[in-house]
């Protein structure tokens, strides 16, 4: 690592909160900024230009640079560790479930449960109320292909916890808040309480 | 690289093609086997106990293993290539662009082109109808991103080409069919010559 950690965050993000458990499971310490999302404090000018063109949180600032995408930024904290494998084809396979956890499973799980707790139904757009069922269908089926990979396995790849873990963690561990029943996921569960039995696991609320 | 290289792939899909343009820049030979989105061919029972539980294409068949997810199987070809950044920092910023690219940028630019050109406006349901110009709003806002990033830039990240220009190139090339205006992004369109230009470059027919 070179230069100071700062992770600029909302801790509401549970994107955010998987660069701060990457960080604890390799013993770095990240300076926190805080950012509000709903009061648009992502958005000002002076973020935009200084922290992220894309104004979103979170980011991770290494020095006097930047990375965005939360996932890309664990992978630059854990890069050289035992949370990446070295073997090229696992590596891949690593990526494989942190492409899929941004394409399949976020934008369905976390909406949903975010659409539910955060915005509330009644105060849902048309066309949310319209993909509400959608999204919840694509959920389901992310976890049920969650359920039967873990079926047998300890882990999402190879033998050892890896980034595919800490990064599908946050989300799946809360999916309960939009009413997706975890109950039906034994294999599922079973890895939750594997991830929360780790040494240097960091609660969400910490 | 252990064990042949098969491709299971739709040529339709550009998603499929980021792999084949990748192995085009690193002179691999990919085999390629055939499936059609629109008749299920994807979500058959042979088809995901064998080659993908998540039944969709692209993978990358590695001898007797198999990786989904586009983005993962064009890191997998290219590891060790000069198309992944050495430095830590810039192999997690190209990783940004690929996360982000999933995120923001397929499923907004991809999806509005594929409802207008394969499944016609007449045909969309009505979420559909009301998410398009969401998503059109969304694409539009990504390509501004990419605009403003390239600007006095040559290449998304570091000073050659990477996965990153890679796996933006495909759908970004053929965002007009989702009557996106490339002509609003003259620093899209100068970065799309340069990729186009390269030796090795593979054209999307091809």
């Known amino acids: 690592m070179t230069g100071k950690l700062v992770l600029h965050e909302d801790p509401r993000s549970l994107n955010c909160y998987k660069i701060r458990l990457t960080a604890a499971h390799l013993d770095l310490t990240l ?16 973020f935009l230009a200084n922290v992220n063109a894309n104004g979103r949180i979170p980011v ?7 990375i965005p995408e939360s996932n890309a930024a664990s992978h630059y904290l854990a890069d050289g560790s035992a949370l990446i494998p070295g073997d090229p084809f696992d590596h891949a396979d690593m990526l494989r479930w942190m492409f899929w956890e941004q394409y399949n ?9 975010a659409w539910l707790t955060i915005i509330g139904v009644d105060a849902l757009s048309e066309a949310q109320r319209l993909m509400l069922p959608v999204k919840r269908e694509a959920g389901e089926a992310a ?16 033998d050892s916890m890896s980034l595919a873990d800490i990064c599908l963690f946050p989300y799946t561990s809360v999916a309960e808040g939009g009413r997706f029943e975890l109950g039906r996921y034994p294999a599922v569960g079973a890895w939750l309480e594997r991830v929360v039995a780790q040494p240097n696991h960091l609660p969400i609320s910490a």
Do not use: C, S
């Open 105 to 113: 499973h976020e934008p369905n799980i976390a909406t949903v449960r």
């Open 60 to 66: 991770l600032q290494v020095g006097d640079r930047f």
């Open 143 to 158: 976890l049920a292909l969650m359920d039967r990979h873990l079926a047998g396995r300890t882990w999402f790849v190879g």
């Open 31 to 46: 300076e926190r900024r805080f950012y509000d999302i709903m009061k648009g404090e992502t958005r000002t000018p002076e």
